[in-house]
């Protein structure tokens, strides 16, 4: 029957998750940004982030991103947090920038790891999974590139060719996030291994060393003048990289499988992180709004900000509730049947977030946009999203069809 | 726990009035509109009307909208939806513009109910609420005044001046509705027993029969060009219009706190139904895009068109869950702590239902404003959502200042 | 050299019709709506109107919408202002519903007449625009059609057969506006002589006498209620009507080509009318928040409202200056160079007028849709022009064609 | 008499610009880059640069931003473009971030340069605007502080304290656009005279050249990222500043006379650049769909960007049409008299950019918010336009105010 409490089980995770923020991520966050300032960003991580991950550990606070699963084996067994009840433990997180990270819950290695779960072979377990489990390593997600539209994911050009027990790839992606991280391990690739193949055949994923012979990180990209070091994202050059064919995984032409199962928890990550800077975004410029002063009162009581206040938070209200209704499906009914909400969340809640935190910027005045209260950082991080994962317009697209679908066979009859 | 599904109550409720549209309302549309076309509107009801009413009546469809009650007594026991589960079934109803009234479940007669149930001495009980309640009367609810911006209520002047044993009442109103109707019997009145008073202290409400000398229904108010006969909106005049004493609801002075409790489940109603018209609107213009071909496609087939599809579908999804939240909230923590949420939807709903069916209309061309599809008085109705019961930006204003409060006190410490 | 004052000939007429317009027109409205409620609309005018007419046409405000034209002739001489000076005195009279008329210089005549003037033979000039000229007859253009998407101007289907020396028309058109306009002595038909033809050359626009056996009114077509009679716009059968050949104009399949001739002018005057709308709009709503208050404020106080007055401004001087251009274009290098600027006014300026009387409905509250300030029908009548003369996104597709056009060759390349 | 076209002056200073940038700016873009990249940007400036600014300057093509001015003398002759002719002139200059300073037309020199020319001692203008005259040195203008709403200019709180024949200046400020140069010279600072006096004639000007004892540069204040040297926006600290009472300018209490003066003509400038930044974006948008496929068409075959392209193309055509109005109307009338137009251009151009160049960043998809197309530079350098020189709100209230103030003296009376 409807109900809008969250379980037991996930408010005691939000709470020890929350309490562990309070205690020890927020305060220290000063020391993070110092001691990043004192660093080569790229190659070191700072040591009070390395303690705050032990800490996190050691309090058993790790991995629980990963839902039930039929999949668990002496790997790894999931805590048990369906998406529903996970998904305002990421809103926590996504407060702070670092903090999905000390928990081990970090993007793309959540996506990568469930994806070794479910269709890893023992030896690919072994090898990349658990490193991955434990926090040693990182990994990275190869799929966009730089020379088709890859918002439709059969322009694909990356070659994986077949030769004796070898693949051979040859390709040149980009916006291959963490690729450049210092302890990123491993790529999850996809690319092309028939192009004869039908349209959504042609294309399989393949893990790939990062270390191979034949791979170049040709550059970092900067978003808006952000290097979101030491994660990062980074236009990948793989000029004949031999990997073992047991590196395939679940199959040739199975990529677009994989990559559908693969994006739905995801999106609920995302689009709970998006809330969270809403939550944030909402929160500094009530503040600012509160104790600046213009034409005889706070800016606060100028009520053309009452306007976009409310529109804020009537926004990140339904957006949370749709996140957590899609969530929810994805336990109940699945992944495939909850296509359209995952969708719509996909398109609705950037958009929001985009609006709401350039609201925060205008409060603040010039302050805004320079780093001292964070927001234009969080512009940028929350522009991309409307671009990651495919742009807006595909999933209006796909979303739109699947409406249009509930009238078309009548229609045609 | 959360959840998403509605309670077997609700969805019981939800069949037999689902059943009974498909089966009676639905196809008597035709009937109803030719009848309506063939009589004098403001005092004739097309007969057609009449046999469903009695027909829902005695199959039991009827006067489900009060909420579990402790008011319950001799002259009605409520059936026991909350509003949570009675949501839904308003959504249903409000996809036919009549369908509500033919299960005595319309406004402003429900909120009028709920407040004889609640505050009504046994004698107004017997002489308003219990026609009312038989479907036998219908009523009005006087607020709003022409001479005054009555978004700030405080400004209303009406004055309900005691005399001995009687009220005296002198004032204009307007956008009375239902005041015209054939079967209009009473009104709730608010107007000011005490000018001196605190603010919110100097209002109070009043019953009073409609055919008491001094009251004159001046002119009906169209709705963009739309007469909304019977029911209509009216502009009343009160001359010296006497009722006895006892005709006071709860006491002099406190019209605020009578208007406080009756406007919550209201609320719900008419976002419910806002959603309902944002139904309607999506469906028609999906299967007009099917069916038009420009440039050598169906207009489906223009992305400019999957944009606004996906659009409204996300914000229909999302308003409903806020809505259904809301409800939950005025059942289990009550109107006053679900007040937020209660604003939001009246804020954020109306937007959304203009744009969609504003989208819709486009869709149709011409054939959109005339109508042929029903679709140009969704949207006159739809756009008065946005003034009635307050317009916007009062709700905006009391919102803002709800999440400003969340950091005043801090701040000024 | 770039200028932006009128010329002194631009000047001096907008002088003599705001004179008349300020000693006429505007006191005459009371007295109109008077007669008009009197009356049964669809058969009569108001006399008044009639008495304006004739001091209009009695002081020589007549006809003055004609540009400079070289076919000039003994029916009729043009007086000589161009687009560029016309334009101004058309957002003058756009100001009174009615007034455009009372100098002849209404749509759809005024377009009807140029096509006459410029490509009728002596026989149609003398028989068709004579009367025209003179104000004693009304004319109607028939275009779109129910049946299909007539934004695709190609869809038209209502058939022109050449028989003998006569062509047999049949088809079904709607929004004919003014065909029920109890002066309305003909139409200009737009309809296809040869569906074989290329897709541009199948088309012809024919003279069809509106008395003519086989042409039925079926219905007029309401607009959000509104019926704009004796105007109005209507549904027409034409079944079998038989008109003489010679009342083909220009010759068979060149429809398109007067088509394109036709609208250019009439854009400009529907925009400054437009334009005008913005104006009245924006002052109602400037006055109406300086005379109401909320909050211990007036509600022009209020911020949110100095936001919306602002942009209103903006978008008014704006939409002028961009209509002005495309006027001044038209005049000296052409309607087809003029072709985007004339698109752009039609895409931007109804939308900005959309938004502008929203607000101000919304700045009147309840008053707001009702009739008392004409805003309800003023935000009806701007809420067609975004559908008339083909809907917002063909205009849309135009101009974005012609911007992709500029790089398509090089990129070709 | 109205006319759309540019004055042969302007058309002939436009010309050689074009040329100058056509042959010798636009092909050394990428040196520019590559010996930025090589060199401190912070202290030294890219040779290629020195190059172009010293072959501007021998052809002549030098500080024509000046409006004809009766303040012309020994030091300075006025070239005589007027607003309206310079205007094209600073769009063309706005399509290449640094060629405006190439021909010593970029702010805030501009405006610091106008102020010495009209307000200047002779001796003030020796010191100070001979070396910017000539290219030389550089300037700033202080008025932003961080610890107050800036945007109401009168809560500005730097002190100016006369001190026999010396004031000394104590406050903080930032948002000083250029105070970091390597060849800034001087400020232009505001600040506070006499807090007892009359709330517009507190604030003085007063000119500190930037080597003073007691000037501290704090630190440079990035814009989402970028750091925009070596030109900069500074935070700047002043403690016990002396400077020789002759460098007041004007009088003591006159700074809001001189700020008056100074924005209007800046406005036009960064109004025409933001205009060019709209047509590069626009531009970049239309190439990028041209060449880029998904669903078996370009990209700019989905209507979607059909009517993101239309939109760019009319509100560039009309921002652009506002702001010449808005300078012929500073030429003709006075600053004073075209405050209306000035504030419209404020307010509508840097949000139609905004949307604009976010649009063109959507088109691109991830490259578009990397470096590659110079897209998110452009973003972030108009999105702080709607904070330059004063918010968004402030503009939308004084222009509000200007609109309200039509109808209030009737209204009272």
Chains 1, 2, 3, 4 share one sequence.
């Not at 969708?343 to 950037?350: E, L, R, S, V, Y």
Request: include cysteine.
């Amino acid at each position: 029957m409807m109900n809008f409490e969250q379980s037991e089980r996930s408010l005691a995770w939000m709470e020890r998750v929350r309490a562990f923020m309070d205690a020890h991520i927020i305060p220290a966050i000063p020391t993070y940004h110092a001691q990043a300032a004192a660093i080569d960003r790229w190659t070191e991580i700072p040591p009070v982030f390395e303690e705050l991950k032990a800490r996190a550990k050691a309090e058993g606070l790790w991995n629980f991103f990963m839902p039930p699963s039929d999949h668990d084996d002496e790997y790894f067994t999931s805590p048990g947090l369906t998406n529903l009840e996970y998904a305002p433990i990421a809103e926590l997180m996504g407060r702070v920038s670092f903090a999905s990270e000390v928990f081990n819950c970090m993007a793309p290695d959540t996506g990568n790891f469930e994806v070794l779960h479910r269709y890893g072979t023992p030896a690919q377990k072994e090898r990349f999974m658990l490193p991955l489990r434990d926090g040693v390593t990182r990994s990275a997600f190869l799929m966009t590139e730089p020379a088709v539209a890859s918002s439709d994911a059969r322009n694909i050009q990356t070659a994986i060719r077949r030769d004796g027990d070898h693949y051979v790839i040859n390709g040149r992606k980009w916006w291959s996030s963490g690729a450049g991280h210092p302890k990123c391990d491993f790529f999850v690739l996809m690319g092309k291994t028939d192009p004869d193949a039908a349209a959504y055949h042609q294309q399989s994923m393949i893990l790939v060393p990062r270390d191979m012979p034949g791979v170049t990180l040709v550059r970092h990209l900067p978003v808006f003048g952000y290097d979101h070091a030491p994660h990062g994202h980074f236009e990948v050059l793989l000029e004949d990289v031999r990997v073992p064919a047991e590196n395939m995984l679940l199959g040739e032409g199975r990529g677009f499988e994989i990559a559908q199962g693969r994006l739905g928890p995801g999106r609920i990550h995302h689009t709970m992180r998006n809330i969270a800077t809403m939550e944030v975004a909402l929160e500094k410029m009530c503040r600012r709004l509160l104790t600046r002063r213009t034409f005889g009162k706070t800016i606060a009581e100028h009520s053309v900000w009452e306007e976009r206040i409310a529109r804020a938070r009537c926004e990140i209200e339904m957006a949370r509730l749709l996140c957590l209704k899609a969530a929810h499906m994805m336990d109940t009914v699945g992944n495939k049947a909850a296509r359209a909400e995952i969708a719509m969340i996909k398109i609705a809640a950037p958009k929001m977030a985009q609006q709401i935190v350039d609201d925060a910027i205008q409060a603040h005045g010039g302050a805004g946009v320079t780093d001292d209260f964070g927001l234009a950082e969080l512009w940028a991080n929350t522009r991309i999203v409307r671009l990651t994962d495919g742009p807006d317009e595909v999933h209006e697209r796909q979303l739109a069809r699947m409406e249009l679908d509930k009238y078309r066979a009548e229609l045609a009859a």
